[in-house]
């Protein structure tokens, strides 16, 4: 009896779009990023910090997904830069195809940095390769430090992750050693960033961390 895998089918064809946007946001000189994480933890928050350090130097262009509502892409047009929403309509995470529709969208000669913001889920973004050159994940300190080993393929899957709401450190009983031991114990490779877009701690070490994969990644 022949069987089909509907969920290897769906990633394998996830994948060659995939391999589709990332060809053709190098051949327009783009370096692009994933931004993941739990609903809340700060994604939006870490865009409208950083990107006014990045936009005298560079051309930023952010997609913005979401199940519902256009709010976060106005909080991060009111920076004037490009912004392109994708509503998922109930879709708990951006596939490949969803952004290969908004490359085409966008003027992609007019951007050096995609921004992309993913839906706010901690599980199924993490599925799905998009075509960008990093993936990057936010853990905010409020939801626990236990969250790497409950949640791995996130944290597999991402080359960065930003520990944000650090401000809040007296509040809550987030063990940051913890979570840094458990994160590497997944990921060896991956880098951390402990941050605050409240009080701008750590803003600077992301930003300059953008500025260095721009460069190693050779597009121009
Ligand atoms: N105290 C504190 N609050 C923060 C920080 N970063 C974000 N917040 C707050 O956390 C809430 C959620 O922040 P957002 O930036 O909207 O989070 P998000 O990840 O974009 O959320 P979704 O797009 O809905 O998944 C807001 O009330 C922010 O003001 C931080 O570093 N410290
Ligand atoms: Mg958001």
């Known amino acids: 009896m022949h069987q089909i895998n509907v969920g290897e089918d769906l990633r394998e064809r996830n994948r060659e779009i995939a391999a589709e946007n990332h060809e053709m946001l190098r051949r327009h000189g783009v370096f692009s990023l994933n931004i993941m994480s739990a609903p809340g933890a700060g994604k939006t928050s870490l865009l409208v910090k950083s990107i006014p350090l990045l936009k005298d130097k560079y051309r930023i262009g952010v997609i913005e997904g979401d199940l519902q509502t256009t709010r976060d892409a106005e909080r991060v047009g009111a920076l004037g830069i490009e912004v392109h929403q994708i509503q998922t309509g109930g879709v708990c995470h951006l596939d490949a195809a969803m952004v290969h529709s908004a490359l085409h969208q966008l003027d992609l000669d007019l951007l050096d940095i995609l921004l992309i913001e993913n839906v706010g889920n901690l599980v199924c973004p993490a599925e799905f390769d998009l075509g960008v050159d990093a993936r990057v994940m936010l853990l905010s300190i409020t939801e626990g430090d236990d969250k790497p080993k409950k949640y791995p393929l996130m944290f597999t899957e991402s080359r960065l992750l930003i520990l944000n709401k650090v401000d809040l450190i007296e509040m809550v009983d987030f063990d940051i050693a913890r979570a840094r031991r458990e994160a590497m114990d997944i990921n060896p490779r991956i880098e951390i960033i402990e941050l605050s877009c409240r009080s701008g701690a750590g803003i600077e070490e ?15």
């Open 206 to 220: 992301w930003t300059g961390w953008i500025e260095k994969l721009y460069s190693e990644s050779g597009v121009e």
